[in-house]
């Protein structure tokens, strides 16, 4: 009986800000009061299923169901937490206050949608989630809808995202098809064990929508672009929470993907995926981007860790991802606050603040797998997941050490040292609400490597699937490994980006090779391409009608050519479109007589 | 329900007696020459109308008047949503026909008609009922002078198709002797009826390759008409359709067939052109083309659900169509037609935008919403009825359509520079407020339609 409480205390939230909002009111500490409820309150919430029939047609009920077990209760712990630390953030980041009425409502519902998703048993409540999901995030991206870029963003992020939507509708209608329920319960205890055409095309489908969910290739690029968002939308809906539903989906009904035999697709195109978001983040220049294609990339290990069979390893990087990686945007938001900078080439100064420094440094390293921060831990459990398959563990080897050489080289870019030393001040005069939240989650980088020892006992209660999978360990291998990785990353990273060379910035431009490997553009051509094909698609049924009557009038022409006698009589009331309308019934006429059925 | 026949013939009376009523009434008052009684005077006899067949419909009344006539579940169904639908489509016409009475005594004859093919029993019935419903829709659009040419297209259009209609229904005695709505036997002659009837049907239910000229139409006709020919009669057009492919033509799997691929066709046809439309009164009637498309799918589908899910829809989108185009009368008396035009709207009417954004998400089928339910519906009785293929190609359509309802939303949420507030008339914000209402509460609990529709499908079926 608590779990509607916890989407009620955001919704009331929400309403007084509709109601009460005015634009000098600090709104975000309502709302992180809010989120921080909900979260207390998920104490309250016990495992379990509810089922609400929502209308019933002939025998078929169609109902609500919520699914409450560990892996989501994590989800909800991550969303209404990172979800307080946000708001928070938010009223020292928003500087336009006539906006925050605007802002914090479609936040609220956000969060709400999220924590409907996370509680989803059965797919009615998972479809409606997720279209509200698609529908918030292009809101959010496309917040400064006065920035042509941000709008083009939320443009190529909802298309993507629709992409999905059809493919998620049409893996329901499948399974309803192939299986005759909604329930994941249900349908995951059905489980064949051989390929029917229906399970495969609906798991197909749904690893579709996974896909595009999760910016996994060839849909990985809306969320570099999402970046055009507002600071806080970006920590939270394109880091921690919403990109993450998509792993979310193949971790709860990993069985069906199991079933289907698509793991190995899935492996694929997560290794595939990683390798491109990594190549991009070694050459990309604007300070969020780097940290987006960082997080496609762990969006893509997380996937392999599935596909691998992996779960445990996969819900634990899940869990402690959402902490160093909103870190990671918050600094990003703070540092452009102070500089008014989006280059890195352009952002220096950091150190100036130390807090601010130190807590970014932790997440820094705990991207980059140092022990013994929470990340170390996760690139171990993903690199003896998949340790079986060597090719895949090489290439997660070469995953790992680009990982940590780029993210240093964003970290040492924005920390080097400012030569004006301007921006000093700036720094030191950021609100304390975008500082506090940071080192909140620097002080989690660390202390969620707890969670590595903690997770078998949490998810003891979990579905046997998960239960099941191979427990977590950490060999010595994986830490010479990780950690050697980490350290030629991160020296690499220094030979090149130390403060003494950024001083004296070379005009040297990028071999051919790397900006080969900057394979952003080329997707966005391929991208601009399939639009354009649509387009063109459209424009060309749109001018239907008018070629057509001009088509009629020709063939009217002939008829007055050949018979100009008759030609008051007919051909002078010859209406084109009663002409559409009479070949539309001949050839409804052929089809009714000569489909034989 | 029990009922004595004499009690039949006299609750049959009573109804038809509150028909001529409301004609009469229209007729006297006129005399007076004043608005204002008159129009009160058709909303009450409009509301009692919908009370009555609102409470006939809870008693599950099932019978039969002179062999031409049926009062059952499925024809009061019918009664009582486009009764309220012509209600709200009343209060337009009274805040924007300027006379008022004209309007009314021809849509009071048309809506004689829509009863008559509601409560149709025979093929005759059916004939007359779009017979009188279609021509006095006519002068309803000729009420505005500039709209000369969208009448003359509907006048031609409608033509044609009563006059396919009248060759159908010949064919189909000449086949079997009868004018009953009876199961036919499959021979060449009614199939070629079969054909006829779906063909002459195709542009009262705005079905593609037959609809070509209703975009011209409904761009052309003053709002409050297009809101009743869409919301209205091309509603009528699906009620005829289910009556006869499913007493007449059930056991003609092909004309099924030529249904599902009518409904692709329909859905590709309305959602693809309506991308390009930069009128936003166009770009709605494409789109109520594609939610045609949607409407055959249950049609398709040819089971009990499938009929109850079309039911569903024709309720849920008349009353979406009536709310949007009540907005669109709104914005059409300050001259605003383009899309662009809606640049701004948030700050000039929050109501006006709120209103149109969720008519427009409803039609996209956002969950909690008519819109939703209804497509949920027809989708689930496409899979029922084993056609995956058709349900799957409804949903890339429905998502085909969020592009073109996103654009109108993003202008309206658009900021304009020099934007003061507008107060709308009080009739438009309550015709737009009743048809929310129904669209969202309707959506959140939508047990009651369901039920009805239900019923009221089981019932056609029975008769089959």
């Not at chain 1, 016990?46 to 892996?71: E, H, M, R, V, Y």
């Not at chain 1, 970046?227 to 939308?233: L, Q, S």
């Not at chain 1, 893509?300 to 599935?306: G, I, Q, T, Y």
Request: net charge positive.
């Amino acid at each position: 009986m608590f779990l509607p409480l916890l989407l009620l205390v955001p919704l009331f939230a929400a309403m007084i800000a509709i109601a009460l909002l005015r634009p000098s009111m600090k709104y975000g500490y309502i709302a992180s009061a809010a989120s921080l409820a909900s979260l207390l309150l998920l104490y309250f919430v016990q495992n379990g299923s509810i089922t609400i029939t929502w209308f019933t047609i002939g025998k078929d009920a169609i109902a609500i169901t919520t699914t409450i077990a560990p892996l989501n209760m994590a989800l909800l712990a991550i969303v209404f937490f990172i979800g307080t630390l946000i708001h928070l953030y938010s009223t020292g980041y928003l500087k336009t206050l006539s906006e925050q009425k605007r802002f914090y409502i479609e936040m609220l519902a956000f969060e709400i949608a999220m924590a409907t998703f996370a509680m989803s048993g059965n797919f009615i409540l998972l479809f409606i989630a997720w279209e509200f999901l698609s529908m918030l995030s292009y809101m959010l991206i496309g917040f400064w809808h006065n920035r042509e870029r941000a709008v083009r963003a939320a443009r190529l992020a909802i298309t993507t995202v629709l992409i999905g939507d059809i493919a998620l509708i049409a893996a329901i209608v499948i399974f309803w098809n192939t299986f005759g329920t909604f329930n994941f319960a249900t349908i995951l205890s059905l489980m064949p064990h051989s390929v029917s055409i229906g399970l495969l095309a609906g798991s197909a489908l749904l690893l579709l929508a996974i896909f595009t969910k999760s910016a996994q290739f060839p849909f990985q690029e809306w969320l570099p672009e999402a970046m055009e968002g507002p600071t806080p939308v970006s920590a939270f809906l394109h880091s921690s929470t919403m990109v993450k539903a998509g792993v979310f989906a193949a971790i709860i009904l990993f069985p069906i993907f199991a079933a289907a035999h698509l793991l190995a697709l899935m492996l694929w195109f997560g290794v595939l995926t990683a390798i491109i978001a990594t190549f991009n983040a070694m050459r990309e220049k604007q300070v969020k981007r780097v940290i987006a294609y960082s997080t496609v990339q762990e969006l893509s290990l997380m996937l392999v860790a599935v596909a691998s069979g992996a779960l445990i390893a996969a819900i634990y990087f899940f869990i402690v991802q959402s902490f160093y990686k909103a870190l990671l945007f918050f600094s990003s938001g703070s540092v452009m606050h102070a500089t008014e900078e989006e280059s890195i080439d352009k952002i220096r100064g950091m150190s100036s603040n130390k807090l601010l420094y130190i807590s970014t440094l932790f997440g820094v390293l705990s991207v980059a797998g140092m022990i013994p921060f929470s990340g170390f831990f996760a690139s171990a459990a993903i690199g003896s997941s998949v340790f079986t398959n060597l090719i895949v563990y090489s290439l997660i080897i070469l995953i790992g050490l680009g990982t940590s050489f780029f993210i240093f080289r964003w970290f040492f870019m924005i920390s080097g040292p400012d030569k004006a030393g301007e921006t000093a001040l700036r720094y030191k005069a950021l609100p304390r609400a975008m500082i506090y939240p940071a080192v909140l989650l620097a002080a989690l980088t660390l202390a969620g490597s707890s969670i590595f020892f903690l997770i078998p006992g949490f998810l003891s209660s979990s579905p046997a699937f998960i239960t099941g999978a191979p427990q977590l360990s950490v060999s010595l291998l994986d830490i010479v490994s990780v950690t050697v990785l980490f350290a030629v990353g991160a020296a690499v990273s220094y030979s090149l980006y130390k403060p003494s060379r950024l001083l004296k910035p070379s005009q040297k431009k990028g071999s051919a090779l790397a900006s080969l490997a900057y394979t952003h553009k080329f997707f966005m051509l391929l991208y601009g391409g399939a639009a354009r094909f649509v387009y063109e698609i459209s424009e060309g049924v749109g001018a239907f009608d008018l070629y057509l009557s001009e088509a009629f009038d020709w063939l009217g022409h002939a008829v007055v050519l050949a018979s100009r006698g008759i030609r008051r009589m007919s051909v002078g009331g010859i209406n084109p479109y009663a002409f559409v309308f009479a070949v539309g019934f001949a050839v409804l006429l052929a089809w009714i007589f000569l489909v034989i059925v | 329900m029990d009922l004595s026949g004499d009690r039949l013939i006299s609750e049959l009376y009573i109804f038809f007696g509150l028909c001529v009523l409301f004609l009469l009434g229209n007729l006297v008052i006129r005399l007076s020459n004043k608005d204002f009684p008159q129009f009160l005077f058709n909303c009450a006899v409009l509301s009692l109308l919908a009370l009555f067949s609102a409470s006939m419909l809870s008693s599950d009344l099932a019978t039969t008047a002179m062999g031409m006539l049926s009062i059952n579940p499925f024809s009061l169904f019918f009664v009582l949503i486009l009764t309220i639908a012509m209600l709200l489509t009343g209060i337009l016409a009274y805040e924007y026909a300027g006379r008022y009475g004209d309007f009314a005594l021809m849509a009071s004859f048309s809506m004689m008609g829509i009863y008559l093919v509601a409560f149709a029993n025979s093929l005759i019935s059916i004939f007359i009922g779009l017979e009188l419903m279609v021509i006095p829709t006519v002068f309803i659009v000729l009420l505005s002078r500039r709209s000369l040419e969208a009448a003359a297209k509907l006048f031609i259009m409608s033509a044609i198709s009563i006059g396919l209609l009248s060759f159908a229904i010949v064919t189909i005695y000449g086949a079997s002797n009868s004018f009953a709505l009876v199961h036919a036997q499959q021979s060449d002659l009614m199939l070629f009826a079969a054909a006829l009837f779906v063909a002459s049907l195709g542009f009262e239910a705005s079905i593609f390759p037959f609809n070509v000229l209703i975009p011209d139409v409904y761009e052309g006709s003053p709002s409050y008409a297009t809101a009743m020919l869409g919301g209205i009669n091309k509603k009528v057009g699906f009620i005829v359709l289910m009556q006869v492919l499913i007493l007449v033509f059930a056991t003609f799997k092909s004309a099924f067939l030529a249904v599902a691929m009518l409904s692709v066709l329909t859905m590709f046809y309305g959602n693809i052109v309506a991308i390009m439309q930069r009128s936003f009164k166009r770009m709605l009637a494409y789109s109520s083309i594609s939610q045609a498309g949607y409407m055959l799918i249950g049609i398709a589908a040819a089971t009990s659900a499938g009929i109850a899910a079309t039911m569903f829809q024709i309720f849920a989108h008349a009353f979406i169509f009536i709310g949007i185009f009540a907005i669109v009368a709104w914005l059409e008396s300050r001259n605003r037609n383009e899309i662009d035009d809606l640049i701004g709207l948030n700050q000039e009417s929050r109501l006006m935008a709120a209103a149109a954004t969720l008519f427009m998400l409803s039609l996209i089928g956002l969950p909690f919403t008519t819109g939703f339910v209804g497509k949920f519906l027809l989708f689930l009785s496409a899979v029922n009825a084993n056609l995956v293929w058709l349900a799957i190609i409804g949903v890339v359509n429905s998502v085909i359509s969020i592009y073109y309802y996103a654009r109108p939303i993003m202008a309206m949420y658009a900021v304009k520079a020099a934007a003061k507030k507008i107060k709308p008339e009080g009739a438009i914000v309550f015709v737009v407020l009743a048809c929310l209402a129904i669209t969202l509460l309707l959506g959140l609990y939508p047990q009651p339609m369901i039920s009805m529709a239900t019923n009221a499908a089981n019932y056609l079926f029975s008769m089959a």
